[in-house]
């Protein structure tokens, strides 16, 4: 279900019996929050200003982990928006079940929930084409830590599934890796990429706390982009889209919409308890920046 109007009163809440707090419920990625993951709280926490409405962030990834129980527990807050979404989310499960408002970030693996999520298939398929447009025909996709991956988290496994399409449809040769969202790992990820096929010409990458190490790994190995290898990023915050040189191109992360529509999504849900679920899929468009260029190959025969 695309985006509608969620209606010109929405900021008209009842305020009996409210808290004015909402909850977030936000694993950090490993054992740190990424630069990322603090843009998305800082966007919902204003978002919810809006609202007159504060915002209590935890942690917490399963239903029995402690931060998660105490925000449940205390009645502290009116409702709660759930991050790092899995295909099997016990959280989401143990919300319905007790009828507690919530709203995700990500696509759960249920019916009849409330949520806003990119598009990460079509992200994925659409970067292999830009990719295929260039003249690259054999790509590797750089995807979030294997921990991550195997744990369910939708975003990884969507994100898989739209690469692989690309790369079936259009007839390419693909292969996928994992990767730890920080420098190092990102170095480490693309020297095992050229080291089993040195034919790579080009990655599409979900991994965006990765980006400068792939960087740093394809200059070592002696790779100039764009003119040797090309690098996408399925989507990515300015920050990270500009921190390198040259610039990346990717779809530009909508952290304000995201944020701005889950807060929106979570107030029409304490309006109306009986109002069915209502979900937004956004699409964004990748910006062609200054990391993309055509395949050596087809550029050299090109002359």
Not at 169 to 175: A, F, I, N, P, S
Not at 221 to 236: I, N, Q, Y
Not at 250 to 274: C, F, H, N, T
Request: with cysteine; glycine share 10%; charged share 25%.
């Amino acid at each position: 279900m695309k985006k509608g109007d969620l209606g010109a009163d929405a900021h008209a809440l009842p305020t009996v019996d409210r808290t004015r707090a909402l909850g977030m419920v936000f694993p950090p990625a490993n054992d740190h929050y990424t630069g990322m993951q603090l843009d998305f709280f800082g966007r919902v926490a204003e978002a919810a200003q809006g609202y007159d409405y504060d915002i209590l962030l935890t942690t917490g990834r399963e239903r029995g982990d402690p931060p998660f129980q105490r925000l449940l527990a205390g009645g502290r807050v009116d409702g709660i928006i759930l991050m790092e979404i899995k295909l099997v989310d016990s959280r989401v499960d143990h919300l319905t079940e007790l009828g507690f408002p919530f709203v995700t970030i990500g696509r759960p693996g249920i019916e009849d929930a409330w949520w806003v999520d990119l598009d990460w298939v079509a992200l994925g398929r659409n970067c292999v084409r830009h990719l295929a447009d260039m003249g690259h025909t054999t790509i590797a996709f750089v995807n979030r830590s294997e921990q991550f991956f195997r744990t369910g988290y939708e975003s990884a496994h969507r994100a898989l599934d739209g690469f692989n399409k690309g790369i079936e449809e259009l007839g390419l040769t693909g292969r996928a890796y994992f990767c730890g969202d920080d420098t190092a790992a990102g170095e480490a990820c693309i020297e095992q990429i050229l080291r089993d096929n040195p034919a790579t010409t080009a990655v599409a990458t979900l991994s965006e706390a990765s980006v400068a190490g792939l960087y740093r790994g394809l200059t070592r190995a002696g790779r100039v982009v764009p003119r040797d290898f090309s690098v996408v990023g399925l989507t990515a915050v300015p920050s990270v889209t500009t921190a390198v040189t040259p610039p990346l191109t990717a779809a530009e992360q909508p952290v304000d919409e995201i944020g701005r529509i889950a807060v929106e999504l979570l107030m029409e849900r304490l309006k109306s308890p009986g109002a069915p679920p209502r979900s937004v899929l956004l699409r964004p468009l990748i910006t062609i920046r200054s990391s993309t260029s055509l395949c050596r190959s087809v550029s050299d025969a090109a002359f």
